[in-house]
Nanobody
């Protein structure tokens, strides 16, 4: 069974940085798109960033452009989300997700999901 396991969340002050990791198992990682989503209390899950394995394309939500960077290490079946200049509004549970084909920003199109990791940014 495909498993996605996130790590790296925590509590950080505004302006700080965190790097999230998502390790995938039993999965053709190198040929699939990976995405990061987040969900804050009382809000819908939203797309943060995506990485396309085939075309090496990336996509970001406007709210994180210039601050967050998605990358992957195919040899390790791992995707990362480097988050810099964090703001209190970035506080959320961050989820890793995977799908076949290219990047899309719609959560229902992703087949596999991790359980999430909490990111809390204090002001």
């Amino acid at each position: 069974q495909v498993q996605l396991v996130e790590s790296g969340g925590g509590l950080v002050q505004a302006g700080g940085s965190l790097r999230l990791s998502c390790a995938a198992s039993l999965f053709t990682f190198s040929t699939n798109a990976m995405g990061w989503f987040r969900q804050a209390p009382g809000k819908e899950r939203e797309f943060v960033a995506g990485n396309d394995a085939v075309w090496s394309a990336t996509q970001y939500a406007d709210s994180v452009k210039g601050r967050f960077t998605i990358s992957r290490a195919n040899a390790k079946n791992t995707v990362y989300l480097q988050m810099n200049s964090l703001k209190p509004e970035d506080t959320a549970i961050y989820y890793c997700a995977a799908k076949t084909g290219g990047i899309v920003s719609t959560a229902p199109d992703y087949m596999y999901w991790g359980r999430g990791t909490q990111v809390t940014v204090s002001s």
